[in-house]
């Protein structure tokens, strides 16, 4: 039989052997997934991303839209040449027709034939007319020859250049794809929590805005409250967040541009400290994101997909690299 401090003894030595083996052994691996945290970082990192790529698609299509009116111009400004060029050649052509059948006559000749001072000066008076007439339209039909020559060179300017912008703009929406596309399937890897809480409406409360222009415009981007966030939109149902922000200016009857960059420069400057209700905040060194003040602390903005029109605090939108003031 054995005794009890033996027992103990031997309880003793196994524990102490097993442990030594326990750290002998190599730690199984933990799972390679990413937490929460870093599943919803990496996804707001491709949303900025994605959200400069639809602002420089956008702007892409805005310089598309304007060159082609200035092509448009051109096309009319070299119709009109034409056509004063060929109405000028056929007058210069009846002037060269008259001068051709004896028209031009010298003072000499005129001398000659002319029956009394009174006639000669007459027949002076038609000849001077006649080459004034001839020389005023040599000039008009050189100035119009050479306002088509121009008028011809803007067009096919204007022609090359929107042929570019068109590419460009074809290779900035393929880019704008890719990214949306690695954005939504970061945004199916995060968990319905997360999920849930970037979906939520957040504050819905009756807010009190000033008067004039700034308030109106708030009070519209206010009531778009809880519309989901898509790239290029422009409502009235769903919108980015430059388009909000301009359809509210727009609702308040005043013109801003549609782009988060013709936004960033818009009205005038002002400092973190000076910010009040209306205020355009721009974020991120590239100018990609724009929201409105509703006050000195919180802003109302279209942020990225998967995530309505709501407010937030200004300061945890993103870093700030602008603010701009469109009245007062």
Avoid at 219 to 230: D, H, I, M, T
Avoid at 237 to 261: E, F, P
Avoid at 321 to 326: K, L, V
């Amino acid at each position: 039989m054995v005794s009890q401090p033996s027992r103990r003894i031997v309880r003793g030595a196994l524990v102490a052997t097993a442990a030594v083996v326990a750290a002998a052994l190599p730690t199984a691996p933990a799972t390679a997934q990413p937490n929460a945290a870093d599943a919803l970082k990496k996804y707001n990192e491709l949303s900025e991303q994605a959200s400069k790529l639809n602002q420089d698609h956008l702007k892409a299509q805005e310089d598309l839209k304007a060159k082609q009116g200035e092509l448009d111009k051109a096309k009319g400004d070299l119709a009109g040449a034409q056509q004063a060029e060929e109405s000028l050649r056929g007058q210069v052509d009846l002037l060269t027709e008259a001068t051709n059948s004896g028209a031009n006559f010298s003072q000499i000749s005129a001398l000659l034939v002319s029956d009394s001072q009174q006639d000669f000066l007459n027949r002076m008076s038609a000849i001077n007319i006649l080459a004034a007439d001839n020389a005023d339209a040599l000039q008009k039909l050189t100035d119009a020859v050479n306002a088509a020559d121009a008028a011809t060179k803007s067009a096919n300017e204007a022609t090359e250049t929107s042929k570019k912008l068109l590419a460009e703009m074809s290779q900035k929406k393929a880019d704008l794809d890719k990214q949306l596309a690695e954005a939504q399937t970061q945004y199916r890897s995060l968990s319905n929590t997360v999920k849930n809480q970037l979906a939520a409406s957040g504050d819905m409360s009756n807010i009190n805005v000033p008067a004039g222009t700034a308030g109106r415009a708030l009070q519209f981007a206010l009531n778009q409250r809880g519309l989901p966030y898509v790239y290029g939109s422009n409502g009235p149902n769903s919108w980015d967040c430059s388009s909000l922000i301009q359809a509210a200016y727009r609702s308040a009857g005043v013109s801003i541009g549609r782009t988060s960059y013709a936004q960033a420069v818009a009205g005038r400057p002002v400092s973190r400290s000076e910010v009040k209700a209306g205020d355009i905040l721009v974020y991120y060194s590239s100018q990609s994101h724009v929201a409105m003040a509703v006050d000195g602390i919180r802003a109302v903005h279209a942020s990225t997909e998967g995530v309505p029109v709501k407010i937030a605090d200004i300061d945890s939108i993103g870093p700030i690299s602008g603010i701009r003031r469109i009245e007062g």
